[in-house]
């Protein structure tokens, strides 16, 4: 808590202390109140109790240690690619992935005052989705660890020439101005997050499209990839994200973030699967969940 800005700190603790109230129906987010991870556990389970973590994997441990029935954590943006470090905490977090839920995303900047601002703070992600507006501002982006933090810090600084970059309920929890909505570069700016938990869904109260998340990595022989892929084509089934990341300094071998549209027990998955196993190692399903949104 003591590494929230004063503002936020005090609406921490009070949320905090009804999520230990009843974690189960906790959802741990990154961020400080406010943050569009919080926007999100509302609007994904609206009857939820948001707890506010400092990282992610503050929120993946608040899941594993029992403080919170749930995480909701973002995995990637439309217009910035994928979150840093998200392919590498999913798996070794030991949670299953339960569901997803798209948000768009529309950035504010606020302030003490109404400017002219010199620098905004934000999370690097919202910085770069609104990179075009600063820079025809003069105005020099600043990392922080989230964009309602941001928006604390900046109530907490109290220089009217510094502005934040955090969602709209982030000036009225903090008692900024609202100097200007909707500055990201692209109105169809989307994220998507996923929420997690420590048992993965009975797969039986899936009644609609499903989607599996998984990680694999090749062996190293040639034409490993395409081969293990094959699988997938040959049996119909839709592969709608294909991520490499390099586990380690070595480069010896590329692993893979995928995401197909089936679950598995279809015959179909279950044979893709199969072959993909003579092909690849460390295979490891992350969650099967219901697709929100269609794909293609």
Do not use: W
């Not at 709608?240 to 480069?251: D, I, M, N, P, V």
């Amino acid at each position: 808590m003591a590494s929230y800005p004063v503002p936020a700190a005090r609406l921490v603790a009070e949320m905090t202390a009804a999520a230990a109230a009843d974690p189960t129906r906790a959802v741990a987010f990154q961020g400080a109140p406010g943050a569009n991870s919080h926007r999100a556990a509302l609007e994904a389970l609206p009857h939820c109790l948001p707890l506010p973590c400092f990282s992610f994997e503050d929120a993946l441990d608040a899941v594993k240690d029992g403080r919170a029935g749930q995480a909701i954590i973002p995995i990637e943006n439309s217009q910035h690619g994928r979150v840093a470090d998200i392919h590498f905490l999913l798996p070794e977090s030991d949670l299953a992935i339960v569901g997803e839920h798209f948000m768009p995303i529309h950035a504010c900047l606020m302030g003490i005052g109404t400017g002219p601002f010199t620098s905004a703070y934000s999370h690097p992600q919202a910085l770069g989705q609104s990179r075009h507006f600063l820079r025809a501002r003069g105005i020099v982006p600043m990392s922080h660890a989230d964009t309602a933090g941001a928006a604390a810090y900046v109530a907490e600084l109290g220089d009217p020439a510094v502005a934040a970059i955090a969602p709209r309920i982030a000036a009225e929890l903090y008692g900024l101005t609202l100097v200007e909505e909707n500055i990201e570069d692209a109105h169809d700016n989307m994220t998507r997050f996923v929420m997690l938990a420590r048992e993965p869904l009975d797969l039986g109260t899936i009644t609609g499209p499903a989607i599996t998340t998984f990680v694999f990595e090749v062996r190293n022989i040639p034409a490993a990839l395409y081969k293990a892929l094959g699988g997938f084509a040959t049996n119909g089934i839709n592969m709608t994200k294909l991520e490499s990341y390099q586990r380690g300094a070595s480069f010896a071998a590329t692993a893979f973030f995928a995401d197909i549209v089936g679950a598995p027990g279809e015959a179909a998955v279950d044979r893709a699967f199969e072959e993909l196993g003579f092909f690849a190692k460390d295979l490891r399903i992350l969650g099967t969940y219901p697709l929100e949104r269609a794909r293609g």
